[in-house]
C-alpha cells in the first residue's frame, strides 16, 4: 500500500498518486531527524511549544484537511495529546514528543524534500513524513486515546458514584453462549466497585442458535430476568449488568418495569415506580434505535451507562449481517434519551492502525459459513473465537472498573 493509498492523497486533476522515490525518501528521513533534534531542545520550553502547535494547526487546518483527510483526522489526536501533555495532564517521554514535534516542524517548513510552493506534489513528502510517525508511534496514539476516553468516562460517571456504596445486590446477566459460565471473573473485577454488596449470575439458555436465543431474549427470559430481580425486596439497592445478549435482556426487563406497552406513551415526562439502583449496558446486542432503550432508562434511579467500543467486531460484523442494523454496544445510542450515558470503551482506531488484525478478523468471519451466512453456532466454534474480537465480557468490565474504582473507594 503506497502513501498516498492510505491517506487518500487525491484530487479530480491528479489521480494517479504519485509517490515519493527511495532517495528522496532518505532526504526526507534525515531532514526529519534533524527537526526531531530541534523539537528536542523545544521540550522544555512550553511556550515555544504552543506557538510551534498553533503554526501547525494552521498549516494542518489549510492543507490537510482538504488533501489527506486520514492524516489529518490522526493528528488531531496528536494536538490534543501534545496539548495535554504541555499542560501536565498527560506524560508524554521527551523523544515521543521531540518525533511528533519534529514532524509538525517538517510539515510546516517551506523547505523539504519537495516545496511546499508546489500545489498537490508539494504536500507528497509531507504526507511521507506524517505516515511514517503515525505508524512509528501508533502504541503511543493508542495509549492516549484510551486515557482519553477513559478520563471522559470518569467524567461522566462521577454525579452519581455515592450510590456505590449503597449497593447491597449485582446482578450479573451475560450474553450468548455462556450457559456454562460461572461469573466469578466478573464478580472479582467488580467487587471492589461494590464493597458491601453480593453478586449473582443469571444463567440462561443461551447456548443455542443465535436467531433462538434472540427470540428468547425478547420474550421468556426477559420475563425470567425480571422475575429474578424482583427476589430483592428492594430494587433501588441492585446494580445491574447485562453483557451482549445479556444487555439486550436487561433493556427489555427494564422497559417492562417501567410500564407496560400499551402506557407508554404516558410515561415520557416522569421517572418509572419500579426502579434498580444503577444499570449498566456492556456491547449491547440490541439496536441502536431500539424503542425499549428511553423506556429502559425511565427504570433505573442513576443514570443507564451504555459501554460501546468501535473496535468490536461481533457487532460490527456479525450482528450487522444479522439484524441488518447497528448494535447499540458498537455505536452507541442513536437518539438522545434522559437518563442515559453513552460511554466509550475503545475505538475504530484500535483496528484501523492494526491491518493485520483486521484482516484476520475478516478472514475469520468468510472461512466460516456457518456464522456468516445462518449466525448459527455451537459450543466448538464460539469457544474457539479469538481474543482480538474484544467482545467479551471480561473487557467492558474490567473499563467500567478503572473507570470508577479509584473514586468508589473514597
Known amino acids: 500500500m503506497g502513501i498516498f493509498d492510505k491517506f487518500n492523497l ?36 512550553p511556550g515555544a511549544l504552543r506557538s ?24 488531531t489526536t496528536v494536538f490534543r495529546m501534545l496539548d495535554a501533555a504541555v499542560n501536565g495532564e498527560y506524560q508524554l517521554d521527551k523523544t515521543t514528543l521531540a518525533s511528533l514535534v519534529g514532524a509538525l516542524l517538517y510539515c510546516v517548513s517551506p523547505i523539504d524534500v519537495i516545496p511546499d510552493a508546489i500545489p498537490v506534489i508539494g504536500l507528497i513528502d509531507d504526507a511521507f513524513v506524517l505516515s511514517w510517525t503515525i505508524n512509528r508511534l501508533a502504541n503511543e496514539i493508542q495509549s492516549f486515546r484510551a486515557w482519553e476516553r477513559l478520563s471522559a ?49 443469571f444463567n440462561w439458555n443461551s447456548n ?9 431474549a425478547d420474550a421468556e427470559v426477559a420475563q425470567d430476568f425480571e422475575e429474578f430481580l424482583r427476589r430483592s425486596s428492594d430494587l433501588t439497592s441492585v446494580a445491574v449488568f447485562g453483557h ?23 410515561l415520557w415526562n416522569r421517572k ?43 457487532l460490527n460484523y456479525l450482528y450487522r449481517v444479522a439484524e441488518q442494523k447497528s448494535a447499540l454496544g458498537y455505536s452507541g445510542i442513536a ?28 478472514m475469520t468471519i468468510f472461512r466460516s459459513p456457518i456464522l456468516l451466512a445462518q449466525f448459527t453456532t455451537v459450543d466448538n466454534i464460539a469457544s474457539g473465537l479469538p481474543l482480538y474480537w474484544r467482545h467479551q465480557f471480561e473487557q467492558y ?9 479509584a473514586k468508589a473507594s473514597d
Open 10 to 45: 487525491s484530487t479530480e486533476e491528479n489521480t494517479e498518486q504519485p509517490q515519493l522515490n527511495e532517495r528522496q525518501e532518505i532526504l526526507a528521513t534525515q531532514m526529519l531527524e534533524k527537526k526531531c533534534q530541534a523539537a528536542a531542545e523545544l521540550a522544555d520550553d
Open 244 to 266: 451482549s445478549l445479556g444487555a439486550r435482556i436487561l433493556t427489555r426487563t427494564l422497559a417492562h418495569l417501567a410500564c407496560e406497552p400499551q402506557k407508554r406513551a404516558l
Open 335 to 362: 437518539t438522545h434519551a434522559e437518563n442515559f450515558i453513552d460511554c466509550v470503551v475503545s475505538g475504530r482506531e484500535e483496528y484501523l492502525l492494526d491491518v493485520t488484525e483486521n484482516l484476520t478478523s475478516l
Open 153 to 201: 468516562t470518569k467524567c461522566a460517571l462521577t454525579s452519581y458514584l455515592p450510590y456505590f456504596n449503597q449497593i447491597k445486590r449485582v446482578v450479573l446477566c451475560p450474553g450468548w453462549m455462556t450457559a456454562n459460565d460461572t461469573g466469578e471473573e466478573i464478580a472479582q473485577i467488580l467487587a471492589p466497585v461494590f464493597p458491601r454488596a453480593d453478586f449473582e449470575f
Open 272 to 314: 418509572s415506580s419500579a426502579q434498580v439502583g444503577q444499570a449498566f449496558l456492556l456491547g449491547a446486542a440490541i439496536d441502536a434505535d431500539d424503542p425499549d432503550v428511553p423506556f429502559a432508562a425511565t427504570a433505573s434511579q442513576a443514570p443507564i451507562c451504555n459501554f460501546f467500543s468501535r473496535s468490536d467486531r461481533v
Open 208 to 216: 443455542v442458535s443465535w436467531s433462538q436465543a434472540r427470540q428468547s
Open 397 to 405: 468490565a474490567q473499563f467500567f472498573a478503572d473507570s470508577v474504582g
Open 52 to 75: 510551534t502547535l498553533d503554526a501547525s494547526k494552521n498549516w494542518l487546518g489549510r492543507f490537510a484537511a482538504k488533501f489527506m483527510p486520514n492524516a489529518y483526522e490522526s493528528f
